[in-house]
């Protein structure tokens, strides 16, 4: 299947609401009690039931960064994300690409609640965190920061400030990074919200939080 892609149809977290509550569904309609089970069915019961839960998690994650971590970033920039989506985009996880696949593969796409190029755009969220921390990293080099530079500096303390990896959006099966691949993980997501801030503010809106770099490992 190939899907193009965008912006789903509706909102995130409605989507994954619904995929959850007919995963739920699905699973009471194809309950047996144990005995009267395939291995099959107990193997299908299994993943139904667990993606559910995982659903349930992701929910759960959006709706701490809504109320947590997206006020605290736009109290510390002075700007105001327009669309929240755009932003929990960033921070869906990559733990979540095999949760979305494991569901496209499972059932037909006439039988699932939403239109499978929404499930297909889900798998495909976390590499929207990479392509915007590039935007950012190069409209800093180019049109903000001052004469030539390896890297733009303070992004892993950006990060830490805003608390943005304890905020990722992910499953407990995700692999934890340390040392240099978790500093890049951190320079990744807080280059990414630059790379919207720009997006959807325009430079002016990036040259404002551009001080932060400065000061990133002061408290927020």
């Not at 809504?66 to 921070?91: A, H, M, N, S």
């Not at 569901?103 to 609640?113: Q, V």
Request: with cysteine.
């Amino acid at each position: 299947m190939a899907y193009e892609y965008g912006p789903p149809s509706r909102p995130i977290e409605d989507l994954l609401t619904a995929i959850q509550e007919w995963l739920m569904q699905e699973y009471r309609a194809e309950f047996l009690p144990t005995p009267r089970r395939s291995p099959r069915r107990t193997r299908r019961l299994r993943r139904m039931r667990g993606w559910s839960r995982d659903i349930g998690r992701l929910v759960s994650g959006i709706g701490q960064v809504k109320r947590e971590t997206l006020p605290r970033i736009e109290r510390d920039i002075g700007y105001v994300f327009p669309d929240q989506d755009r932003f929990i985009r960033i921070l869906m996880d990559r733990s979540t690409k095999r949760l979305f696949l494991g569901i496209l593969a499972e059932f037909p796409e006439d039988a699932l609640p939403v239109p499978a190029r929404d499930i297909a755009i889900l798998e495909s969220i976390s590499d929207d965190a990479r392509a915007l921390a590039l935007i950012g990293d190069v409209t800093l080099r180019l049109k903000v920061l001052p004469g030539p530079r390896a890297d733009v500096p303070g992004l892993a303390h950006l990060s830490d400030r805003w608390r943005l990896h304890e905020s990722l959006i992910g499953l407990e099966c995700r692999h934890r990074p340390a040392g240099r691949a978790l500093e890049r993980e951190k320079e990744i997501l807080a280059g990414a919200v630059l790379g919207l801030l720009y997006v959807e503010g325009g430079i002016s809106a990036l040259r404002a939080a551009v001080p932060l770099l400065a000061h990133a490992a002061g408290p927020a």
